[in-house]
């Protein structure tokens, strides 16, 4: 017969517990910037299809998407420009449906 097995894993020693959560605090940091990463070539995309399309819903959705990117990335990290450049397409994209609605109209 074997003996009884204790209710609970023994404890590892503290200083491992935090090199856990340093690794896990990483892993979330990583996440968070490829999400804003993410956001911020949809935004990208929605600008620049603004301009065939819809200028008047994409521009600003390119405009917030971008800027909420640009807020959650960090100066230098890849997807800044992206979005820089998605809230500039935005812009573009309202004032040249304006542009084309009074000469149009």
Known sequence: MTAPQPPFAPQAPHHNAWQQFH???QHQAQVAA???RRLANAA???GFLGFFL???V???VA???GLTASNRLAVGQ???TEASVAMVFG???VVAFFVLAAIIL
């Open 34 to 36: 490829e999400s804003s």
């Open 44 to 46: 990208l995309f929605c």
């Open 23 to 25: 690794a896990w605090q």
């Open 91 to 93: 812009v573009i994209d």
């Open 58 to 60: 994409l521009g600003p």
């Open 63 to 65: 405009f917030a998407l």
């Open 78 to 80: 890849p997807g800044k």
């Open 54 to 56: 819809f200028g008047i």
